[in-house]
């Protein structure tokens, strides 16, 4: 008879496997939003053969990933096998200002996870390969596909309505005078800043078919917005006192960086201010969601997040120096620069 002992679990091997296997937790994540798992729990738990027979599934397989997200505090089951929403699962509801569920849908498309299958592609080349598996660069794909621009543009205003309102409260905005939101978007920032802000006006600056679908189109701004169609590398409206730059800069290599800051630096006065809104990432190891978004930015559009330092040089070669930078309570910061002397 074999009296060895058992030997312990190793802890290491454990969470290094979970981490290798965390795909498929995206995965899951992803299936249980385009499913509306989340809705359908919004008046109480159900079991999962309820919940199969209302999104159309196979009831063994939907308990399995309902399993595993459980396991990450995304729904939980009941002793009787009835699922819960949880606080995380609440945020993939379709239907609540706080939703996070065209976010979890951006962030998990193929877009963005066949790119990232082939990391290793692009540490080796310093490149995307996005063009590659596609045909051509990230935002030229989206403008000829409107289907996956459009998931991309509800994205995105998923991810900043949670930031918008603590950027806005965050920065002391002149009293008086016109901010540009450049590359805005649907406006979100814009928005929150002329809400906060009642002596400013403001004009928001995107390509036309995204203007479309703005949302400063409301009785608390009436007749102090503008909506107005241009190429940040080209130009942008001049004379503002504020630029605003939100989750722009990281989306590029430094030297289209520095093109973008040039034309912003063109438009400006000697008492501008240009607020640069991204992740400004610690020089250590401290977690920082800015840091797993960087290597999204690397797969896919051949952009990165930066320090400040870095943000620093950028501005220096755009004829701008860095004047601060402001914390939000979000991921985002905000990097203040002003004219160089």
Known sequence: MDHTTPSAPDPLAAHLTDYALSYLHSAALRTAARIGVADHLADGPRGVGELAALTGTSEGHLRRILRLLATKDVFREDDKGAFHLTPLAER????????????????????????????EDS????????????????????????????????????????????????????????????????????????????????????????????????????????????????SVP??????????????????????????????????????????????????HPGKALDVLMMTTLNGQERGEEEFRRLFAEAGLRLVRVVPTGTAVSIVEAAVAA
């Open 92 to 119: 993939l509801r379709s239907d609540t200002p706080s939703s996070l569920r065209e976010a979890v849908l951006m962030a998990t498309d193929d877009s963005f996870t066949r790119p990232a299958a082939r990391l």
């Open 123 to 234: 540490v080796r080349t310093g490149r995307s390969v996005f063009d590659e598996i596609y045909g051509a660069p990230f935002f030229e794909y989206l403008s000829r596909e409107p289907s996956a621009g459009e998931a991309f543009d509800r994205g995105m205003a998923s991810v900043s309505t949670g930031e918008d309102d603590e950027v806005a409260a965050a920065y002391a905005f002149p009293e008086k005078g016109t901010v540009v939101d450049v590359g805005g978007g649907r406006g979100g920032l814009l928005h929150r800043t002329l809400v906060r802000n009642p002596g400013l006006t403001g004009i928001l600056y995107d390509r036309d078919a995204v203007l479309r679908g703005h949302s400063l189109d409301v009785p608390e701004l009436a007749g102090r917005w503008e909506v107005r169609p241009g190429d940040f590398f080209t």
């Open 238 to 287: 001049a004379g503002a006192d504020v630029y605003l730059l939100k989750r722009i800069l990281h989306d590029w290599p430094d030297e289209d960086c520095v093109r973008i800051l040039r034309t912003c630096r063109a438009g400006m006065t000697a008492g501008s201010r240009l607020l640069a809104v991204d992740s400004v990432i610690p020089q250590d190891n401290t977690p």
